[in-house]
T-cell receptor, first 113, second 110 residues
Framework: DAGVTQSPTHLIKTRGQQVTLRCSPK?????VSWYQQALGQGPQFIFQ???????QRGNFPDRFSGHQFPNYSSELNVNALLLGDSALYLC????????????FGDGTRLSIL | DAKTTQPTSMDCAEGRAANLPCNHS???????VYWYRQIHSQGPQYIIH???NNETNEMASLIITEDRKSSTLILPHATLRDTAVYYC???????????FGPGTRLSVLP
């Protein structure tokens, strides 16, 4: 039973560029959440998708956008990259309407030069 | 802001029990307590969760006080591989928009 998978594992971009990160949820899960984790800090919630729509959003600018596909996989897009966007981006999946725990992938390490 | 407070760091001797405390004095009646850990360069790993009763699984035990204002995660026989940052999270709703604090950095010493 595959868990949450994310790609790529590492990515290097320069300021001003755009990036797309991908996530496949754990089998049986229909909800995907994205988190940003800066070095030395806990993860911060970016947004959550289910039924192919953004349902909740944290305190992140519109440069951060996402998408969920009919197979429940998801993408995180970040435009006009800033140095401060350097972080580990984590995807978590869960089953909507339950208190069952979220399962996290190992993240994409994004470095902005 | 996170609804939980945890010590910044703790040490534990290998083979001994590790007891990690968490305060969540403003927890609501329908909120669960979740524990995750994060080993360097990996995503957070689910450990255990509970509502009001004590819970045990193959990884750990969770003790929640009767008033639900605090809890303790117990790793019964800590190993070097248990060295990690441990996060205590109170879930606000079915939506599970987790709010992480800085967690407790547990160092298991040989």
């Amino acid at each position: 039973d595959a868990g949450v998978t994310q790609s790529p594992t590492h990515l290097i971009k320069t300021r001003g560029q755009q990036v797309t990160l991908r996530c496949s949820p754990k089998s049986g899960h229909d909800t995907v959440s994205w988190y940003q984790q800066a070095l030395g800090q806990g993860p911060q919630f970016i947004f959550q998708y289910y039924e192919e729509e953004e349902r909740q959003r944290g305190n992140f600018p519109d440069r951060f956008s996402g998408h969920q596909f009919p197979n429940y996989s998801s993408e995180l897009n970040v435009n006009a990259l800033l140095l401060g966007d350097s972080a580990l981006y984590l995807c978590a999946s869960s089953l909507r309407g339950t208190y069952q725990p979220q399962h996290f992938g190992d993240g994409t390490r994004l470095s902005i030069l | 802001d996170a609804k939980t407070t945890q010590p910044t760091s703790m040490d534990c001797a290998e083979g001994r029990a590790a007891n990690l405390p968490c305060n969540h004095s403003t927890i609501s009646g329908n909120e669960y307590v979740y524990w995750y850990r994060q080993i360097h360069s990996q995503g957070p790993q689910y450990i255990i969760h509970g509502l009001k009763n004590n819970e045990t699984n193959e990884m750990a035990s969770l003790i929640i006080t009767e008033d639900r204002k605090s809890s303790t995660l117990i790793l019964p026989h800590a190993t070097l591989r248990d060295t990690a940052v441990y996060y205590c999270i109170v879930s606000p709703s079915y939506g599970q928009n987790f709010v992480f604090g800085p967690g407790t950095r547990l160092s298991v010493l040989p």
